[in-house]
């Protein structure tokens, strides 16, 4: 293996002892020589004579000077410039020359397709000049840019534009000032020429706000969407938290070569193009929504994040599980609070779980970092908005909202802590949250064991809850975390009962503070069905000896729709388990009456919301499955679930069937019902073709034949891909005649290439590199046809031969030097490799290895991989 590189540990943080105050950009754009000239104001903090260490990656350095005197007796040296005896405050100016056309890793400033752009949080920053290149130095910023004005028309850059001007040789000038001090990472600048949709928004104070999307030329039909999405987040903001926008114009940038869906950068947000572009045509209801809640989850950024931000990388949760709080509830409240919830913790338990069970377990706050860019996870992002949640449910509504303002009031303008944020919950609400903090610098997914019994003599009933952290790869010793646990008990009928103790009330979510604990409940008249983490009240996996017949009651009567969701989940769990463990005894596959009974009473209950129901008909994903299991054997999974499909396609064909028919055929539109809708057919459409009744082939091409839009095209495609029909080659040449011309559509056709169950899978994975819409040097393609395989296709990527892990090495050999960072995300499926049996273990292990002997092996990859071997 390459030198190991240096972690960083939160312990030992320390303040700077320097402070840029003002920092003055001048970047002269070229393809291949950019100039950049940086005028900082440095002031020393405190009194010491300690040089200033300024950090720079990929940088040419032209010169130095110091208030006027250019200087040489500066050390360049690991990444970093050195400057000793400096005065206690000066002007420090920095020349630097980068080559964007050759920055591949998509960090700094790069080249996407014609258009410069820049991505500097965490790091990239460094990689446009030498610079104090941490989160708790704030600067104004003032940026000139100086380009050719025929292929760049458009030079922007964060807050106000405030000067422009034309020069001799056909290149033009733009001065942008943004007044609000920020750390480098929200420092954006974007060139290029661009069609430009154009709004206004105006505050509840009256201030009339600029609004310019930006998109490549032609795309301009597509950007509508993004647009309104904008305006409902600025309004969501002032509503629900009292939060407008601060300078007078916000700026949205779409460029298509990116590593992530969407920078917060200070009024000039940088987006994949992936979370703006959006018509019926060519972008399904799934699409429309993440446009929306990623637009609002940036613009959200604008106070958590920009305004209030990280002091060190470690916080990082500080900015992001509370800003993806922040738009789970944007979205909720915008369309199905249930569906919402639903979504999101499919994706805990499908991404998050695993990796807390895995080699790269980290607390929401973690506590060594070696890359950062590796730490924007699901456990950061999506765990760490659970925690935020678990604040909510602990102080309620009109508390949380005070400890928000309380936030807002003590920190405006500061670079701070998780701590911080949780003293002006508890300060704010009066609510004790010591033990809650744990919840902060614990890694591991807690498992809450349930029992329970009914005294019919003295109507008593007891709940008794265990709470286990088990052991994670980064941390042996686990504390008592403070679980709030959701409760319903349902009687016989599925009536709630009252909850009281001693004839007082007991509220419906419980403190969960000890190991141990028991929780009394009296005038319970007969054995009670408890409902427990309702809402998924805490991110924990749930042992409760569930029957069936429970399960289905469940289905019905549990008065929140989570909780019914969630009980047919658990009801799919248990039999899969069972099921798996007669594989292993070797006894046939087996289900009781019951289980099929419950899918046919839900697809014929018309009570039930159609969201809701296509929810609860969705099977769970292999993935989240395989978190049932502590040795995952692939096989006997995969017999299983296939087994238990069928099962359910056949239960619910007929019934499924008549709901297709009767589908409304409403005119298509962007709205909930109609989305619940769609969703609800495309679900029916699929168990009808698994279940493989007569004609499911014409059917399935009609409605593809037939669609108006993309969501029923893809349902179409995707039923055909998973019941393997004829018409699904039929249908996906057609696409691709019509759409080859526009990758990011082709990436619907890519994830399907990535997912086939047919036994030339990989092999057709292979050909499609060389297709022409294909780029391993754009990340969407990248992700969509090779991140769909190696994730998402359990069957192919976990092939006895090792065909899978082989394939997706020899990628990111190739990644590891042109994009580190896609790489490192596509790295995930194999490092987890501890779940699985001896013989994938091995052949994981081994393209692991190889992997490891790479020269030049990244930071990113290096992380990774050392943690799984270790
Ligand atoms: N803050 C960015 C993510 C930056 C990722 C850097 N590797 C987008 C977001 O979470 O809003
Ligand atoms: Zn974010």
């Known amino acids: 293996m390459t030198v190991k590189p240096n972690a960083k540990h939160l312990k030992d943080y320390t303040a700077p002892n320097y402070f840029i105050d003002n920092i003055d950009l001048d970047f002269n754009l070229d ?16 009194s010491h004579n300690d040089p200033l260490v300024l950090d720079g990656v990929d940088l040419t350095l032209l010169a130095v000077s110091i208030d006027g005197h250019p200087i040489d007796n500066y050390l360049v040296k690991d990444n970093q410039l050195i400057i000793s005896d400096l005065p206690s405050e000066c002007v420090l100016i920095i020349e630097t020359e980068v080559n964007p056309e050759e920055n591949t890793s998509l960090e700094g400033l790069y080249k996407s397709a014609d258009a410069f752009c820049t991505q500097c949080e965490s790091e990239g920053f460094r990689k446009i000049t030498y610079y104090l290149d941490r989160p708790d130095v704030l600067a104004v910023f003032s940026t000139k840019i100086t380009a050719d004005k025929a292929a760049f028309p458009y030079l922007l850059s964060n807050g106000n534009c405030v000067d422009s001007g034309d020069l001799e040789n056909g290149q033009h000038w733009v001065q942008w000032r943004d007044p609000y001090p920020k750390p480098a990472y929200l420092f954006a600048l974007v060139a290029g020429d661009f069609d430009v949709l154009r709004d206004n928004y105006i505050t509840t104070s009256g201030r009339d706000v600029k609004l310019e999307l930006f998109v490549d030329k032609g795309n301009l039909s597509r950007g509508h969407h993004a647009v309104e999405s904008l305006k409902k987040s600025m309004k969501w903001d002032e509503d629900r938290f009292g939060l407008e926008y601060d300078l007078d114009v916000y700026m949205i940038v779409a460029v298509d070569f990116f590593n992530m869906g969407a920078m917060e950068n200070k009024g000039l947000n940088v987006f994949n193009s992936k979370y703006v572009l959006a018509d019926a045509a060519s972008a399904t209801d799934v699409d429309y929504l993440g446009i929306e809640a990623v637009i609002g989850h940036e613009y959200f950024h604008n106070w958590t994040g920009n305004r209030i931000t990280c002091r060190d990388w470690f916080q990082l949760s500080l900015k992001e599980g509370l800003t993806v709080f922040r ?57 760490g908005a659970e925690v935020i949640r678990m604040i909510h449910t602990l102080l309620g509504e009109s508390n949380f909202r005070a400890g928000m303002d309380l936030y807002f009031k003590r920190h405006d303008g500061q670079a701070v802590t998780c701590d911080d944020f949780v003293a002006s919950m508890q300060d704010a609400s009066g609510v004790d949250l010591t033990l809650f903090k744990n919840w902060y610098s614990q890694s591991g997914t807690p498992s809450v064991t349930v029992t329970d019994h009914y005294n019919a003599e003295t ?42 103790f001693a004839g007082k009330p007991v509220h419906h979510v419980l403190n969960l503070t000890e190991k141990q604990q028991d929780f009394v409940f009296d005038n319970i008249t007969s054995a009670p069905v408890p409902s427990l983490f309702r809402e998924f009240s805490a991110p924990v996996k749930l042992n409760y000896a569930y029957s069936n017949e429970q399960l289905t009651m469940l289905m019905v009567h549990a008065s929140n729709d989570f909780a019914r969701w969630d009980a047919s989940q658990l009801l799919i769990n248990k039999h899969v388990v069972e099921n798996v463990g007669r594989v292993r005894d070797k006894q046939s596959l087996e289900l009781p009456a019951v289980f099929g009974q419950a899918f046919r009473d839900l697809v014929a209950n018309e009570q039930l919301d159609p969201a809701l129901k296509a929810e609860m008909l969705q099977f769970p994903s292999t993935n989240s499955l395989m978190g049932l299991f502590d040795d995952v054997d692939v096989d006997a999974l995969l017999a299983v679930t296939g087994f238990i499909k069928a099962e359910i396609a056949n239960s619910v064909a007929s019934s ?37 009744v007569a004609d499911v082939n014409a059917l399935v091409l009609n409605q593809f034949e037939q669609s108006d839009n993309m969501t029923d095209t893809m349902g179409a495609i995707s039923a055909a891909n998973k019941a393997q029909l004829p018409c699904f080659k039929t249908m996906m040449s057609a696409f691709e005649s019509t759409w080859s011309h526009d990758g990011l559509v082709m990436d619907k056709w890519f994830v399907q290439i990535g997912l086939s169950p047919s036994k030339e899978c990989l092999k057709v994975v292979k050909a499609t590199l060389e297709h022409g819409s294909f780029s391993l040097a754009n990340p969407n393609r990248t992700r969509s046809l090779i991140g769909s395989f190696s994730a998402l296709n359990t069957k192919t990527f976990h092939a006895l031969d090792g065909s899978g892990y082989a394939f997706l090495a020899d990628i990111l050999c190739q990644l590891n030097s042109s994009n580190p960072q896609v790489a490192s995300r596509l790295i995930t499926p194999l490092i987890e490799f501890k779940k699985f049996d001896a013989a994938r273990q091995a052949l994981m292990k081994a393209q692991l290895v190889r992997l490891s002997q790479i020269d030049a092996l990244a930071a990113d990859l290096f992380e990774k991989i050392d943690r799984a071997l270790a």
Not at 31 to 46: C, H, Q, Y
Not at 366 to 379: G, Q, R
Not at 660 to 672: G, R
């Open 656 to 692: 499924c069937a008549a709901i297709y028919a009767d589908m409304p055929k409403h005119v298509y539109a962007i709205e909930h019902e109609h989305i619940a809708l769609r969703s609800l057919k495309n679900v029916c459409l699929e168990y009808i073709a698994l279940a493989n």
């Open 31 to 46: 393809d291949s020589k950019t100039k950049i000239v940086a005028i900082n104001k440095v002031r020393r903090s405190g």
């Open 459 to 500: 109507n008593v009933y007891t709940l008794s809850m265990l709470q286990h952290t088990p052991s994670t790869a980064d941390q042996k010793v686990k504390q008592i975390l403070h679980i709030p646990v959701d409760i319903e008990l349902l009687d016989e009928q599925g009536s709630p009962l009252a909850l009281t």
């Open 327 to 383: 738009d789970q509830e944007f979205s909720s409240d915008l369309g199905s609070r249930a569906v919402n919830r639903i979504q999101n913790v499919k994706v805990l338990r499908s991404a998050q779980f695993p990796e807390d069970a895995g080699p790269m377990a980290h607390p929401i706050r973690p506590a060594s970092v070696i890359e950062m860019n590796n730490f924007y996870t699901a456990t950061v992002y999506n765990k």
